[in-house]
């Protein structure tokens, strides 16, 4: 049994909001610089699995909707995420078929390639961060990759998506 | 295909928003989809500051309110002597024929537990449009100047702080009068004063503050004390460090500024800090500052 549009649609967008709410919820100010990407991860989850639904047009707005939570340029996560859909979007018939620790590198890669871009932008508006703790930012994004996999893989069976 | 359009259209955004300030009511609109996430992500924050202002015991309560009555007296009797200090001050200027300077209007905001992007100094704050906050506003905590205003919704404002590497407020040194410009470094206890020449009259423990100049800020708040002041011959400038005066990491609660500028009309009753002020007295302010 398939789910209808408008289930899939609120499971997707509850799920985002979650990431959402990661993102900007406090912690302390030496870790702040190593918070992984939450929308990101959960962006690739689903461009992985329901690929049909989420595409670079849903990770744009979602970039966007990320860009005014967290004050940065408009446009600097819209243009991270619209590119990562895009790779994984490439991929993912052969990602899906990849054992869960065998999908850690390649998050890891998909995050480190947003992150540059992410540090292009900053470079480029002068605010680009003075240490190099921000590439230790996809390391942990990439760790958690599993955890947020399985998370979202029970949500997903739960609701059926396909 | 997607994918060019997406870009092509992040970038457009990205020049806009940096390079102009048409992108405000975008992000107006945009604040207004994601402020339900950071209220909720400030509900366990304020929902345990009204859980424990609900079950203090009342004798707690009783001993902090003698306390707030005492301070409280002790302030006024200070006010006392400033308004007649204000009164001195403006019949000294009537004599200079200089324009009197007129006590500046406040709104108490408090910032919502919000982490925002780490590479950039920002606090988010629960009073907007609504309020008649505007951009640019000056923002003050009890001990010194803040920041300034940067994006405003209708119910929440993003608020950039002086340490922000992007950000530069003009200040003076309180002891000589020397004027400079002090500029964020990015991290949260450090400003930097670029442009001071070697012999320039500066030492450690001076306190800068804001000049006025440039019209953004009022004049005469404090906003860093100096911690390090170093001249090398060697180099072009004096290497000049401050550090805020105030608690730019640990306040809560703090001020929104709507500065008199000298044409506006004369304020007939000058009380000091009109507390809760109508939006309206704010919007006015915006319409002549702008």
Known sequence: MKASRWTAFWVISSSFCAAMVLTVIPLPDTLRALRPEWVALVLIYWCLAVPQRVGIGSAWVAGLLTDALTGTLLGQHALGFAVLAYVILKLHRRVRLFPLPQQIPVVLVLLTIYQLLNLWILGISGAAPSHGLAWLQPVIGALLWPIVFLALRAGRRRFKLR | ????????????????????????????????????????????????????????????????????????????????????????????????????????????????????????????????????????????????????????????????????????????????????????????????????????????????????????????????????ARSDPGRPFAAVIAQPTAQLDRSRELLLVWSETPDSPPVRETDGLDEDIPPEAGEDTELTEQ
């Open chain 2, 1 to 228: 295909m997607r994918l060019g359009a997406a870009v092509l259209a992040s970038v457009l955004l990205m020049t806009v928003d940096h390079r102009l300030n048409h992108l405000e009511n975008l992000r107006a609109y945009l604040s207004v989809i994601v402020y339900p996430i950071q209220l909720l992500v400030d509900l366990p924050n304020s929902g345990s500051h009204w859980v424990s202002e609900t079950l203090t015991a009342r004798r707690v309560l009783i001993d902090e309110n003698a306390e707030l009555r005492q301070d409280l007296l002790l302030q006024q009797a200070r006010l006392q002597k400033l308004s007649a200090l204000e009164a001195e001050n403006a019949r000294l200027r009537e004599l200079l024929e200089s324009s009197l300077k007129v006590s500046d209007r406040v709104l108490i905001s408090e910032i919502l537990a919000v982490d925002l992007d780490p590479y950039r100094h920002q606090v988010m704050i629960n009073k907007g449009t609504n309020d008649g906050v505007f951009p640019g506003q000056p923002v003050l905590d009890a001990t010194g100047v803040m920041g300034q205003v940067s994006h405003v919704g209708p119910a929440s404002s993003s608020v950039i702080l002086i340490t922000d590497p992007s950000h530069a407020i003009p200040v003076q040194v309180n002891r000589t009068g020397l004027r400079t410009i002090a500029v964020g470094t990015g991290s949260s206890d450090r400003l930097e004063l670029p442009h001071l020449p070697n012999n320039a009259d500066i030492q450690v423990g001076d306190l800068l503050i804001s000049s006025g100049l440039g019209g953004r800020f009022p004049p005469d708040y404090p906003v860093a004390r100096v911690i390090q």
